[in-house]
T-cell receptor, first 115, second 115 residues
């Protein structure tokens, strides 16, 4: 079974540019999550999809961040325009169901550097 | 605010020895799950062990075990017979049972294993 994949693995952009991160969850997982780790701090929750619907987006920092999951499969996270403080590692995770069985499986992350 | 504290930014252990990583958390809720995740240098974060808060018995997974002290809100991870492959960042996290699926993480502990 393929794990959670993320693309790209690294991205270096200039301040003010746009970047789109992609996450492919494990096949059949309805739950998809985005987290990020900024400047060696704690990993912070961004949002949670159940299929194509946003279940919880309380962690999204501001309206420069837009997450989508059209069709309930892969998800994209767009940052527009990117700011210096957006640099960090963005993790995606997926899980099959809620409750005790809801173990979240993480992708390798996308390291974003904004110059 | 809900928080997770890992007071040891770095730890080292001799191969074949035992090491304990500490984790404390702060929540007013009584129903939650606790997790330890491991992120090797290759960056894929994987679940090491999990514990349901209502269970008094400490979880064990092969060489990994936890010491769960609910009253003290402590959830330490013990690694026995440490191996070189155990070298990684270790993250402690919890998830409330009635407040969505988001994981709240600590800042991580980098474990080095000396041959």
């Amino acid at each position: 079974e393929a794990g959670v994949t993320q693309f790209p693995s690294h991205s270096v952009i200039e301040k003010g540019q746009t970047v789109t991160l992609r996450c492919d969850p494990i096949s059949g997982h309805d739950n998809l999550y985005w987290y990020r780790r900024v400047m060696g701090k704690e990993i912070k929750f961004l949002l949670h999809f159940v299929k194509e619907s946003k279940q919880d987006e309380s962690g999204m920092p501001n309206n420069r961040f837009l997450a989508e999951r059209t069709g309930g499969t892969y998800s994209t996270l767009k940052v527009q325009p990117a700011e210096l403080e957006d640099s960090g590692v963005y993790f995606c995770a997926s899980s099959h169901q809620k409750g005790w069985a809801d173990t979240q499986y993480f992708g390798p992350g996308t390291r974003l550097t904004v110059l | 605010a809900q928080t997770v504290t890992q007071s040891q930014p770095e730890m080292s252990v001799q191969e074949a020895e035992t090491v304990t990583l500490s984790c404390t958390y702060d929540t007013s809720e009584s129903d939650y799950y606790l997790f330890w995740y491991k992120q090797p240098p290759s960056r894929q974060m994987i679940l090491v062990i999990r514990q349901e808060a209502y269970k008094q018995q400490n979880a064990t997974e092969n060489r990994f075990s936890v010491n769960f002290q609910k009253a003290a809100k402590s959830f330490s991870l013990k690694i026995s017979d440490s191996q070189l492959g155990d070298a990684a960042m270790y993250f402690c996290a919890y998830r409330l049972n009635n407040a969505g699926n988001m994981l709240t993480f600590g800042g991580g502990t980098r474990l080095m294993v000396k041959p």
